[in-house]
């Protein structure tokens, strides 16, 4: 398996500032559509990732706020939005849904969201017993619960725990039945009815004795998935730690590794791909759009554009 770098591009809005904590990337009307972890409005690259962003309001202030940070004791209100797929394709275009981590009662939100010419179209909705039924499938703590990536297999939603491999914590995923959590998002039926199951625990190998955990997933097609994954060094799967090495891999249907490979490192630090986005698949090889937080409010994220071949 090998991967090419063949473009990156700073992100940022119109008036200068900065696209943060780029945390999920899904393609959205003419463009793409990126979620900041720690706001409560999302960026839109319409017409490609080199001109400026368009914000996007994806969820109503909290306690005031639209943007979040640790110095300002802000960071414990932040909805957390860590995944973006496309869930269905309907007569009005398709519908993107982001997913909160569900590490904390404040990020147990989706959003669906649909473009409609230059605006956008959003529906939130409040899914906390579904995080419960996760975590009691992936039979992690509630408390230490945090799904950074998703993706759409067959009929259902593959949703990644990033767990803490170090800690005795597996990366992990469940699948949820897709028609039923459609159901319970756009028609408000009983979350309760929503499907889980399926648990796979991943074993991708660790960078310098630190494990290596999902942070998002791609489909590639007959079962299989395309993760990025982060060595972060830190024993609980919410906070954030220093990362020591990444890589992407090649997961089959049945949840075996079928093949991996490092990422390389970019200005002479090591990425960690917080989201990805398929721009096309062909045979073995793929073109991949990713985002990259460099965990400072003031840095723009960046768009990374990766062929990828296996």
Known sequence: ????????????????????????IGRFGDGWL????DGTHAAWLREGVERPAQPVRLLPPVEGHDDFFEADGTKVLKPDLESAVHVSDGEDGPWLLLLG???????????????AGARAAVVAVELAPLYDRVARVLRVERDLLNLEGACV????????????????????????????????LVDRRPVAAVDVRGRRAYGLGEVRGVGLAVTDAVALGAGRVLVSAAAE???????????????????DADGSVLDEVALPHLDGCVPKVEGMALERCDGQEARVLATLDADDPTTPSLAVTLRVRW
């Open 153 to 184: 297999v067959d009929d259902v939603l593959r949703w990644f725990h990033r767990g803490a491999p170090a800690a005795g914590v597996p990366t992990a995923s469940v699948d949820v039945g897709l028609g039923s959590l459609l159901d319970a």
């Open 101 to 115: 981590s569900g590490s904390s009662p404040a990020r147990t939100r989706a959003v669906l969201a649909r473009a």
């Open 1 to 24: 398996m090998d991967v090419h770098v063949e473009g990156v591009v700073p992100l940022r809005f119109a008036d200068g500032a900065p696209v943060r904590a780029a945390s999920a």
């Open 34 to 37: 990126v979620a900041q972890d």
């Open 233 to 251: 060094d830190t024993a609980d799967p919410r906070d954030d730690g220093p990362v020591v090495g990444s890589a992407l891999a090649v997961i």
